[in-house]
């Protein structure tokens, strides 16, 4: 529980490791169709 504190600690600090996070999620998500859709996994 303390390390959430710490964590939300943190956003407020800087905004843009939310940012940063989810944009790297949404680029993740996105690259993971593609190679699905390709047949890149095998």
Do not use: S
Request: glycine share 14%.
């Amino acid at each position: 529980m303390n390390d959430l504190k710490e964590l939300g600690k943190l956003m407020k600090e800087h905004p843009i490791v939310i940012v940063v996070t989810l944009a790297g999620v949404v680029v993740g998500a996105i690259l993971g169709v593609i190679a699905f859709y390709q047949g890149w996994l095998g």
